[in-house]
């Protein structure tokens, strides 16, 4: 079934629905953030949930996609509700609604990520190390603030750039 492996991007009216989930790697102060050649900004490991699949699936394979490394989910971190309007040649100027289920990640021991990843329009995507007062642009921008120190319980956070 074709249908069981698309991405849960669903038209709404003149916009979209986005389902996604993120990873959380952190280690020594630092969070990996993948960037790629067609965007000057980072964003977080993940992508993309596909239909059929949870979002603890989608983010392990996720993480394998982008990293060639197979982790395990720590716990659910954040979820995050978030309004914007799309940037890409397919959706330039609509307004997408994404909900992403953030998850920190175990990291091995060994852990030494390789990324030969592209994106949707064959952007050469690339794996970097930032700390919160990394000058460059990231996304999720909480990810500053709120991902170095995990709460006891799940964060709800609410983005709207209409």
Request: net charge negative; glycine share 8%; with cysteine.
């Amino acid at each position: 079934m074709a249908a069981q492996n698309k991405d849960m991007t669903v038209p709404c009216g003149n916009g979209l629905i986005n389902i996604r989930a993120g990873a959380i790697i952190a280690k020594d102060g630092k969070i990996l953030m993948v960037g790629n050649d067609n965007a000057d900004h980072l964003y977080s490991v993940g992508g993309r949930v596909k239909f059929g699949e949870t979002a603890e699936e989608a983010i392990r394979r996720e993480v394998f996609e982008e990293t060639g490394v197979k982790m395990e989910i720590d716990r659910l971190g954040f979820v995050h509700e978030n309004c914007f309007y799309g940037d890409s040649a397919a959706n330039k100027g609509k307004l997408i609604y994404e909900i992403s289920f953030y998850f920190y990640m175990k990291i091995p021991d060994d852990f030494s990520p390789v990324c030969t990843s592209c994106t949707d329009f064959d952007g050469k995507e690339h794996l970097e190390w930032v700390t919160p007062d990394t000058e460059t642009t990231i996304y999720p921008e909480f990810f500053r603030e709120y991902a170095l120190s995990p709460a006891d319980g799940v964060r709800h956070m609410v983005t709207d750039e209409r």
